[in-house]
């Protein structure tokens, strides 16, 4: 689901919003900012200094589902947060249209929302 927000980003970068609490969710989206520093910027929902709402979200949205704030302002959440990033990036740009195509898209998003409710909050927490 991608739906405009009201906060504009006057860069090319997309900011993804991730668990840095989480150990999996850190590593992943570590690694995508290693790939390609130039096109992403990081935030960590977990920090106590993080403020969902002048993106027009609430603490409670960005803790189930990823989130990311394209570079033309729209949020993208959940599968389509993923396939944003992977749009982005050369060698998961197949990855990012096949994720896209209708029957794909529809087991994605069901098991994205099994993997955010029921999987995620059981993984191990980083140590801060």
């Known amino acids: 689901m991608i739906k405009q927000t009201m906060t504009t980003q006057s860069t090319t970068k997309s900011k993804i919003f991730f668990d840095g609490a989480c150990i999996i969710c850190d590593m992943e989206i570590s690694y ?52 944003h990033i992977w749009s982005r990036m050369p060698m998961y740009k197949p990855v990012a249209f096949l994720i896209k195509l209708p029957g794909i898209y529809m087991v994605a998003r069901i098991c994205y929302r099994i993997f955010a409710s029921y999987i995620r909050p059981l993984l191990p927490k980083k140590n801060k």
């Not at 520093?37 to 960005?62: C, H, N, Q, R």
């Open 32 to 83: 995508y900012k290693r790939k390609n520093p130039e096109i992403f910027d990081l935030v960590d929902i977990s920090s106590p200094t993080f403020d969902a709402k002048p993106y027009g979200l609430t603490p409670e949205e960005v803790q189930l589902h990823m989130h990311v704030l394209t570079p033309d302002g729209r949020i993208a959440k959940g599968v389509d947060a993923f396939a």
